[in-house]
């Protein structure tokens, strides 16, 4: 099946900085890809929805100054949370999709855990 | 509004019993449904998913789901549960340009 990436798995910074994360889909273009904050025993919740080459559209809620998203190619996203804030720690898990909706299902990455000290 | 609701946030078996995870969905919340489950720490697996081919839908570790428009049902079963088998199960409707989750259920196998 299709793989989806994240990098990094896990990232320690400090309140004030900003961090970066990737997600790629290695082998399928991803036409779509998603964001998502998981918190602990606790549902994924839908931060945003990207297409390449587009502007990120957000959920009602998310502050899109503090959670930049680019998808600045088929197989590459990015989210920036910027000056992270203990409160941004969270399980942060993106997905892609190659084609329309239904039948064209989601891959999911692996996941990064965000804490912020 | 579109959701997607799980009935029990916990459910324990014993091992080799009859699991079923129950998962409804608002009629507003077009038939594309699926049933992902995650393991600590890790991102989300596709269990199997419904996309109107077939009622009844298995999918992998021997789980299966049965689509029940009338009861706007989409319940996760496995005859004989296994140790390996505990973790989080979702269910989720794809609506357009997104997928809905349900707030998942925590499945715990007794030896």
């Known amino acids: 099946g299709a793989v989806v990436s994240q990098h990094p798995s896990w990232v320690i910074c400090k309140s004030g900085t900003s961090v970066k994360i990737e997600c790629r889909s290695l082998d399928f273009q991803a036409t779509t890809m998603f964001w998502y904050r998981q918190f602990p025993k606790q549902s994924l919740m839908l931060m945003a929805t990207s297409n390449e080459g587009s502007k990120a559209t957000y959920e009602q809620g998310v502050e899109k100054d503090k959670f930049l998203i680019n998808h600045a190619s088929l197989t590459l996203s990015t989210l920036t949370v910027t000056s992270a804030h203990p409160e941004d720690s969270s399980f942060y898990i993106c997905?892609?999709?190659?084609?329309?909706?239904?039948?064209?299902?989601?891959?999911f990455g692996p996941g990064t855990r965000l804490t912020v000290t | 509004a579109q959701s997607v609701t799980q009935l029990g946030s916990h459910v324990s078996v014993s091992e080799g019993a009859l699991v079923l995870l129950r998962c409804n969905y608002s009629?507003?919340?077009?038939?594309?449904l699926f049933w992902y489950v995650q393991y600590p720490n890790q991102g989300l697996q596709l269990l199997l998913k419904y996309t109107s081919a077939a009622t009844l839908v298995k999918g992998i570790n021997g789980f299966e789901a049965e689509f029940k428009k009338s009861e706007t049902s989409f319940h996760l079963t496995k005859p004989s549960a296994h140790m390996s088998d505990a973790a989080e199960y979702f269910c989720a409707g794809d609506s357009y340009d997104k997928v809905i989750f349900g707030p998942g259920t925590s499945l715990s196998v007794i030896p």
């Open positions: 997905s892609a999709r190659g084609g329309g909706r239904g039948t064209s299902e989601q891959y």
């Open positions: 009629s507003s919340v077009p038939p594309y």
